[in-house]
């Protein structure tokens, strides 16, 4: 499974996104879209949204800590 976690550092959605999927068991790969302005436009483009969190699971987007979907998407 491969999940991206687009995140910022003031973020406090993001950082219970981050939490949700530690507890789960989930390896991720976070991207600081505050900090890498590629990977902000990246994130735009694959989910239309400019707010963070913004999952990436498997090309499937989660945009906000939108539990039941993450955990339909992570077979939890």
Known sequence: MDVIV?????????TRVKEYLDQKGVQYREVNVAADRNAAMEMIRKSG????????????????FDQGKIDSLIGN
């Open 6 to 14: 687009y995140t910022t550092p003031t973020c406090p959605w993001c």
């Open 49 to 64: 949204q400019r707010g963070v969190p913004v999952v990436d699971i498997d090309g499937n987007i989660v945009v906000g």
